[in-house]
């Protein structure tokens, strides 16, 4: 057990659907980051949030938006969806300072019908 | 559990036996390396990481070995178990600081026989 926590497993919608992935990340952790992971494909970074802020940016497409609360759990927020966002999404934190240290939750498998 | 690359190269390994699962990497400038391991239903797991400067690196029954010369890295396992069966795959990082940059592999699955 990483530590982090992510609700919920899974998730069923339809196309059009919008979502919300929750993280919480391991207790005095700061950074979480959220991936995508499709069948096939490596892991895609999305975005990244520190203490509140964002802080990067990757392949995260405009229907796609997240924030990072002040008790730094993040959510994950999928709008108009598409066949194509079915995966799963990963969040992973990382202790202060120490941004390639990522430990990961066990990740939502979105299925988009 | 959830499955995770169905379409993944596959290495059979006999229990006991070592395992090799080998990664080639995209950018000659990346810094910084990790071997992770991904069971079914479960997020990542970091295994081991190498820096750039370094072509050898040992843990506990893991070695990663880098070869910067054909963008190369190996991960060893040895005595191979059972609880070993998984997912790995090899991460790059590409640039930056925040650990926003990490160029992930497809990953290979790793299937020990008894």
């Known amino acids: 057990d990483s530590g982090v926590t992510q609700t919920p497993k899974h998730l069923i919608t339809a196309t059009g659907q919008r979502v919300t992935l929750r993280c919480s990340p391991r207790s005095g952790d700061l950074s979480v980051y959220w991936y995508q992971q499709s069948l096939d494909q490596g892991l895609q970074f999305l975005i990244q949030?520190?203490?509140?802020?964002?802080?990067a940016k990757g392949n995260i497409l405009e229907r796609f938006s997240a924030q990072q609360f002040p008790d730094l759990h993040s959510e994950l927020n999928l709008s108009s969806l598409e066949l194509g966002d079915s995966a799963l999404y990963f969040c992973a934190s990382s202790p202060r300072g120490q941004f390639y240290e990522q430990y990961f939750g066990p990740g939502t498998r979105l299925t988009v019908t | 559990g959830e499955s995770v690359g169905l379409h993944l190269p596959t290495l059979s390994v006999q229990e006991g036996d070592n395992s090799i699962i080998n990664c080639a990497y995209s950018?000659?400038?990346?810094?910084?390396f990790i071997w992770y391991k991904q069971e079914s239903g479960k997020g990542p797991q970091f295994i081991i990481d190498i820096r750039s400067n370094m072509d050898k690196r040992q843990g506990q029954r893991v070695t990663v070995l880098l070869n910067k010369t054909v963008k190369h890295l190996s991960l060893q396992i040895a005595a191979t178990q059972p609880g070993d069966s998984a997912v790995y795959f090899c991460a790059e990082n590409i640039g930056g600081n925040y650990g926003q940059n990490f160029v992930f592999g497809p990953g290979t699955r790793l299937s020990v026989l008894p």
């Open positions: 950018n000659s400038a990346s810094d910084y």
């Open positions: 949030y520190y203490n509140g802020e964002e802080r």
